[in-house]
Every structure is written in C-alpha cells, then in structure tokens.
C-alpha cells in the first residue's frame, strides 16, 4: 500500500506554545488528506479535510484558528496547533487518499503524532 | 442511528479458531467498505476493501459484503494472538466523499 509519513512522531511542549505537525505522502501524491484526532481509548474522530491548493474543510467544533492546517503540495500537509493547552494532548493522525481505479479510493493512515502539553 | 455500528466488544476467540467481526451501515447508498486494523498505541493500518457483493479473501481474512442487507464482515481465519486489535469498519458513500468510521470492535485471541 502507499506510505504516508509524519513528523514529529512524539512532542511534548510548553502550554501557550504552538506545535507543527508535518504528513508526507512518500511514493505518491495526495490531492486530499485527512486530519484525524484520537483521545486514549476513544474512536477516531475527523477534524479536518485538507486539500492541496485551497483552504481546509474542518468538522463541526474544530476550531480552525486553533487547528491551522496547510496543504501547500501534493505530498505534504501540515496541521499546526496554535497556544496549545493540555487538553489538546492527544494522538494526531494524519491519512491521504489515493485514487486506485476510475472509481475506487482507499485512505491509508500516517503513523501519528503523540502531542503532549504541559 | 449511528451511520456505521460495530459491537465494541472485547470479542474472545482462542488461537486457532475463526473472529467474526461485524459491521452494518444506514447510508443505503453507500459503495465503498473497508476493514482496518488498530493495534493500541498505533494508527490504523488497512486490511482489506471491498466494493461489491460476496466475499473477498486475502489470506487469512475474508470480507464479507450484502449491500441488501447492509451489512459488512471480516472473517479472521486461524486467529493468532497477534491479531489481537481493535479492527475498524469504514463506508464511504456516493463520490469521493469522506470515510464514516465505526466504534471498532476490540478482538482478544488467547493462546
């Protein structure tokens, strides 16, 4: 399958303080990705669409001054948290979508982002 | 209703036997089905696709799809205490619109 890439795979920062978070589509290009957050034992819950060229599409209560998001290139995306709090701790995931046939897609997932602010 | 339901289980099976894990849809209109595999503390990783009716063998998993009755499985044959994981079911709808992710269903196989 395609190998999406993200960095930095773990951070811990300052409350305040913003963090960016980089997805990579490695062998492929993503017109699409997807930004995804999952809290310790909960479901995965989308917060963002991101597509190269234009402005992200974010999910109901995701604040998107919060939660920037750029998708300047077909194989990158970043998501950056801006003043974070320790509320926003969690496991960011990143997922691009890639076009397998006239009518098919699949969505492969990054290996994560551990954010955690203190 | 929820669009994608799935028991979240713990489902129990011991090693050697065969996970049925189950997954059903409300949007009627939906065409595309996937089986992914979480491992805790890892992201999902994709197992298997499915888009028409029957079944889908890869190995020693099976996908299972009825669109009738809306309805998706993943069969896990000779389950080994490796495949222990949460597995995730997720539909997309008409066009390329955005995946619809299930609760998952945590599978624990026992040697």
């Known amino acids: 399958g395609a190998v999406v890439s993200q960095h930095p795979s773990r951070v811990i920062c300052k409350s305040g303080t913003s963090v960016k978070i980089e997805c990579r589509s490695l062998?492929?290009?993503?017109?699409?990705m997807f930004w995804y957050r999952q809290f310790p034992k909960k479901s995965l819950m989308l917060m963002a669409t991101?597509?190269?060229?234009?402005?992200?599409?974010?999910e109901q209560g995701v604040e998107k001054d919060k939660f920037l998001i750029n998708h300047a290139s077909l194989t990158l995306s970043t998501l950056t948290v801006t003043s974070a709090h320790p509320e926003d701790s969690s496991f960011y995931i990143c997922s691009a979508r890639v076009r397998e046939g006239l009518s098919r897609e699949t969505q492969y997932f990054g290996p994560g982002t551990r954010l955690l602010v203190l | 209703q929820k669009e994608v339901e799935q028991n979240s289980g713990p489902l129990s099976v011991p090693e050697g036997a065969i996970a049925s894990l189950n997954c059903t849809y409300s949007d009627r209109g939906s065409q595309s089905f996937f089986w992914y595999r979480q491992y805790s503390g890892k992201s999902p990783e994709l197992i298997m696709s499915?888009?028409?009716?029957g079944d889908k063998e890869d190995g020693r998993f099976t996908a299972q799809l009825n669109k009738a009755s809306q309805y998706v499985s993943l069969l896990i044959r000779d389950s080994q205490p490796s495949d222990s994981a949460t597995y995730l079911c997720?539909?997309?709808?008409?066009?390329?619109?955005?995946?619809?992710f299930g609760t998952g269903t945590r599978l624990l196989v026992s040697p």
């Open positions: 499915i888009y028409s009716n």
């Open positions: 997720a539909v997309r709808g008409v066009g390329f619109q955005k995946l619809v």
């Open positions: 991101s597509n190269e060229g234009s402005k992200a599409t974010y």
């Open positions: 062998d492929f290009q993503a017109t699409t």
